[in-house]
């Protein structure tokens, strides 16, 4: 197996993984490792101005990036006070 390959085999089984995690941290299996990996991956986002932008789509689970205002509110940060800061 050359490098391609193994990077590609790598990938191809953190998606997986991923996704199994995803699925087991909604409910399957919550306190397993698999499951905390799943619950960050679908938690961990970046930040685009105020819209909801499509993260990926993997194995036909669609994903969206949280709006800054949605990151505010969960941080405390009321709409007006961020619109206040310019942030």
């Known amino acids: 197996m ?3 390959d ?3 085999a790598v990938f191809i089984l953190s998606a997986f993984l991923g996704e199994l995690g995803h699925l087991s941290g909604l409910g399957l299996g919550h306190d397993t490792e698999l499951g905390r990996i799943g619950k960050w991956q679908h938690e961990t986002s970046i ?3 105020s819209t909801r932008i499509p993260a990926g789509k993997i194995f036909g689970v669609r ?3 949280p709006s800054r ?3 505010a509110e969960i941080a405390g940060v009321s709409r007006v ?3 206040l800061d310019g942030h």
């Open 2 to 4: 050359d490098r391609v």
């Open 6 to 8: 193994r990077a590609l």
């Open 47 to 49: 930040v685009r101005d």
């Open 63 to 65: 994903k969206y990036v």
């Open 69 to 71: 205002e949605s990151d």
């Open 81 to 83: 006070e961020q619109r």
